[in-house]
């Protein structure tokens, strides 16, 4: 069992940044392979980014490569995501997942592919 929780959403200007965190407790956290996904209103989750157990791997949707990083502390629990040059079309709730088990690859941009997922947190980007 994985338990997520994030935190750091908020309300910023265009071009601004902010750091998403997502604190998970139970001990799979850190053999789990992790992801940000968002979603708007009237619109499926998508893909954001995801990260390997060990954090050597990262892969990102075109839509935010090189401006969000995908990061992870294991002996903490938290995974995080820093989003820089915030633009108003990044304005969604953002969920933390978790997906046990060390495989990775394309799989992991999709939502079925995971088995545990945070309640969210709302990013807001004003232009």
């Known amino acids: 069992q994985v338990q997520l929780v994030e935190s750091g959403g908020g309300l910023v200007q265009a071009g601004g940044s902010l750091r998403l965190s997502c604190a998970a407790s139970?001990?799979?956290?850190?053999?789990?392979?992790m992801a940000w996904f968002r979603q708007t209103p009237g619109k499926g989750r998508e893909f954001v980014a995801a990260i390997s157990v060990s954090g050597s791997r990262s892969d990102y949707a075109d839509s935010v490569k090189g401006r969000y990083t995908i990061s992870r502390e294991n002996a903490k629990n938290v995974v995080y995501l820093q989003m820089n040059s915030l633009e108003p079309e990044d304005t969604a709730v953002y969920y933390c997942?978790?997906?046990?088990?060390?495989?990775?690859?394309?799989?992991?941009?999709?939502?079925?592919?995971?088995?545990?997922w945070g309640q969210g947190t709302q990013v807001t980007v004003s232009s």
């Open positions: 997942a978790a997906k046990p088990g060390s495989a990775y690859g394309l799989t992991l941009r999709l939502v079925r592919a995971y088995d545990y």
């Open positions: 139970g001990r799979a956290f850190s053999s789990s392979a």
